[in-house]
């Protein structure tokens, strides 16, 4: 064969993608065409945590949330300066939103016609699956049947007027960040498809429906046991299959097929020797990659040094070449499916699929996704704290922090410290550009535009065709969020984190006695408060903490996310709390703490100790116990029984008078 009829042979790579977005439009617009330049053939859209739930960028819960995980997008301004000179029609863009995703997708609408592009033309996916953020990610907003309503709008929207949109990503990833089982993955992800699919089937033609479920798309995780997940993807595949033909009678192979997109594990990256993650995130590629047959249609890797802040540019550039390496360089794409016939791959993927059909089963005998909720929040709680476990007792082995400790510094992290730091004063610009956007609008074409909105809202209209025509009136992203709450309602997700003690007490007698003797000497049982100020929804950490001080006998209180400083200071103060405990990943960590360390001291707690865990540089810890922070953990500390000793030794009296 020569090498021109060889080149012909291959398979077409999948679409490399980076997650990127940070700080305003208009610099993460320079780091889209620069990325676009090196190579990446997709876009993938990080918004910032006020953009996914809702706020504007000058709202009270947006106090150092601004660009720290995302781009802010409040308007119709704000994405076209996002994808100026990227001529939409041409590009094929995912957009990681979820409560917001009616809003972002009209704004991309609207910008992508300002660009005079035929809309039916425009090629991406929102990933608009808010299940999933009430097990796992926390951005969602509304209860779970108006936001299932919500996603119905958007699927039957984009079938009618954006065909080649995938209106819906399933996604998995996050549920196997907060601890999921592949079993577990498989289940709960197709439970969600599940009810997606029940509730769209109605809306359009019988004859239109196989088309329709064939636009929705799927964002799954890749972890470290490379085989186990090459496994799993290969099951995710027969079961949709088989959902899709079964249950609901799509006899086109076309419409059947598992369609994924994918980001590699980023929980398991580790602060500890963080180079190693290079070659953690390349074999968890494989995973993906290697099975033809189960093989994704984008990918996107996060960078080596994600669990220590933000990458740079080069960062996410390394991982980039990693995709084109193997895409363009390794002979992978020449050959048929590695892995027909194999019969441990067979027996695996078997297993696998058996198992999820038995939890789906389960599931549906709780009313599927929508009622099984809070039966699956726990589950992952349970599951997560079993893999944390297991870390800990060295039965997992994670190379470079349970073992093989000892190495040498990384020169990776010199100069600027190995990760990009969002400059403070980002917020403040973008909080004036969104007041001149204000000032400077048709306020009743406004008016006119939120009242039409909120009219479709409660008569139970599509709300896309209302929310474009907000998005051209100049409505922002707070304005619009906050017709769907009025409307539907805020939720407060299930925590997963019971107050009864569980029996998971192996190993833990010792720090039950020291708990017991100390609660003795405070005249009452040791009460730990745990929050999480600010908009970050990454709960895991938190809800880690709270299962384990209440499984050592501590008395906890764990509310949940969101938090105010001031709501949490209310609670220690009305909980008598001996210990306050703060959960921060998102960045914010410096205002957050500052504020509610301020709010401790007017309320009379100055003398309450505090301890803040999360994703915070060295410098910053420095600063945090400058303001009265007891205890600093991050990524590093993950033997848990050393904090819930910490928290003992905070709260014994005779200790506090030591000092």
């Given at each position: 064969?020569s090498?021109?009829q060889?080149d ?6 999948w679409?490399?993608r ?7 439009a208009?610099?993460s617009n320079a780091?889209?065409?620069s990325?676009l330049e090196k190579?990446?053939t ?6 910032d945590?006020p953009?996914q739930t809702g ?5 009270v819960?947006?106090r150092g949330?601004?660009g ?8 119709l ?7 100026d000179?990227?001529?939409l029609e041409?590009?094929?863009t995912?957009?990681t ?11 991309y ?14 090629q ?10 009430y097990l796992?990610r ?12 919500m996603?119905a709008?958007v ?24 601890g ?5 993955e498989?289940?709960?992800?197709l439970?969600t ?7 769209l ?10 088309a ?11 972890g470290?046991?490379f ?18 033909e ?8 076309k ?5 994924y997109?994918v980001?590699?594990?980023s ?11 290079v ?5 968890e ?10 093989r ?6 996060p ?9 740079r540019p080069w960062d ?18 020449e050959y048929?499916?590695?892995?027909d016939?194999?019969p441990?791959v ?5 297993e ?16 599927g ?9 726990s ?9 944390l476990?297991r870390?800990?007792?060295?039965e ?18 010199t100069g600027?410290?190995?990760?990009m730091v ?13 007041a ?18 909120r ?11 209302a929310s474009?025509a907000?998005?051209k009136?100049g409505v ?10 009025s409307v539907?309602?805020e ?8 107050g009864a003690?569980?029996?998971k007490?192996e190993?833990l007698?010792d ?15 040791l ?5 999480k100020?600010?908009?970050d929804?990454h ?20 509310d949940g996310i969101?938090?105010t400083?001031e709501?949490?200071v209310?609670?220690a ?5 001996h210990v ?13 703490v ?7 001291r ?11 865990g999360?994703?915070?540089p ?11 922070v ?5 990524p ?5 029984n050393?904090?819930m000793?910490?928290?003992?030794t ?5 200790a506090?008078?030591a000092q």
């Amino acid at each position: 064969m020569s090498q021109t009829q060889q080149d012909r042979t291959k398979d077409r790579p999948w679409l490399i993608r980076t997650y990127a977005g940070h700080s305003t439009a208009k610099a993460s617009n320079a780091l889209y065409r620069s990325n676009l330049e090196k190579g990446q053939t997709g876009l993938s859209v990080a918004f910032d945590l006020p953009t996914q739930t809702g706020y504007d960028s000058d709202h009270v819960l947006s106090r150092g949330e601004v660009g720290k995980v995302g781009v802010p997008v409040c308007h119709l301004g704000d994405m076209r300066t996002l994808f100026d000179q990227i001529p939409l029609e041409q590009m094929n863009t995912s957009m990681t939103i979820n409560a917001t995703a009616p809003w972002l997708l009209s704004l991309y609408i609207a910008a992508a016609e300002e660009q005079g592009a035929d809309v039916s033309k425009l090629q991406g996916t929102v990933q608009n699956d808010l299940i999933k953020e009430y097990l796992s990610r926390g951005t969602y907003i509304c209860p779970p049947e108006p936001s299932l309503k919500m996603i119905a709008d958007v699927a039957e929207y984009c079938y009618t007027n954006v065909p080649k949109w995938n209106p819906m990503n399933v996604c998995s990833y996050h549920l196997q960040e907060a601890g999921a089982t592949p079993e577990q993955e498989l289940a709960f992800a197709l439970a969600t498809a599940i009810a997606v699919l029940d509730a769209l089937k109605p809306r359009v033609p019988a004859e239109d429906f196989p088309a329709l479920a064939g636009r929705i798309s799927f964002f799954v995780n890749a972890g470290i046991r490379f085989v186990t997940e090459m496994c799993k993807m290969r099951a995710f595949v027969d079961l949709w299959d088989e959902i899709l033909e079964t249950r609901y009678g799509v006899e086109n192979p076309k419409y059947r097929r598992f369609r994924y997109g994918v980001q590699v594990n980023s929980l398991g990256l580790t602060e500890q020797q963080p180079e190693n993650n290079v070659y953690r995130i390349l074999i968890e590629m494989l995973a993906v990659t290697l099975s033809k047959k189960a093989r994704a249609r984008a990918v996107q890797l996060p960078a080596w040094n994600e669990a220590l802040g933000l990458p740079r540019p080069w960062d996410q550039q390394w991982s980039m070449r990693m995709q084109q390496i193997m895409a363009f360089e390794t002979d992978l794409l020449e050959y048929d499916d590695l892995f027909d016939g194999n019969p441990a791959v067979d027996a695996k993927v078997e297993e696998l699929k058996n198992g999820a059909r038995s939890e789906l089963s389960n599931l549906e005998s709780m009313g599927g996704a929508i009622g099984a909720i809070d039966y699956m929040k726990s589950r992952l709680v349970d599951s997560n704290a079993d893999r944390l476990g297991r870390i800990e007792a060295g039965e997992t082995v994670v190379v470079g922090v349970n073992k093989f400790q000892k190495g040498e510094p990384s020169p990776l992290m010199t100069g600027d410290g190995g990760i990009m730091v969002v400059d403070p004063a980002v917020e403040q610009e973008q909080i004036n550009r969104l007041a001149e956007w204000r000032r400077d609008r048709d306020a009743a074409a406004v008016e006119k535009a939120l009242a039409d909105l909120r009219a479709a809202a409660a008569n139970g209209d599509n709300v896309m065709p209302a929310s474009i025509a907000a998005a051209k009136a100049g409505v922002t992203t707070g304005e619009w969020a906050a017709q769907m709450r009025s409307v539907h309602g805020e939720y407060r997700g299930p925590t997963g984190v019971s107050g009864a003690p569980s029996n998971k007490t192996e190993g833990l007698d010792d720090l039950r006695s020291a708990v017991d003797a100390v609660s003795d000497k405070l005249g009452r049982r040791l009460k730990f408060v745990i929050g999480k100020p600010g908009l970050d929804g990454h709960s895991n950490g938190a809800e880690q903490i709270a299962f384990r001080a209440r499984d050592c006998g501590m008395d906890i209180t764990y509310d949940g996310i969101r938090l105010t400083p001031e709501e949490i200071v209310s609670k220690a103060l009305e909980d008598d709390a001996h210990v306050v405990g703060l959960s921060i990943l998102s960045g914010s960590h410096i205002p957050l703490v500052e504020d509610l360390m301020d709010r401790m001291r007017a309320a009379g707690l100055g003398e309450t100790p505090v301890i803040v865990g999360g994703i915070i540089p060295d410098e910053d810890a420095d600063r945090l116990r400058a303001m009265g922070v007891a205890r600093v953990y991050t990524p590093k500390d993950f033997e848990l029984n050393t904090i819930m000793q910490d928290i003992v030794t905070l709260a014994d009296p005779k200790a506090v008078a030591a000092q």
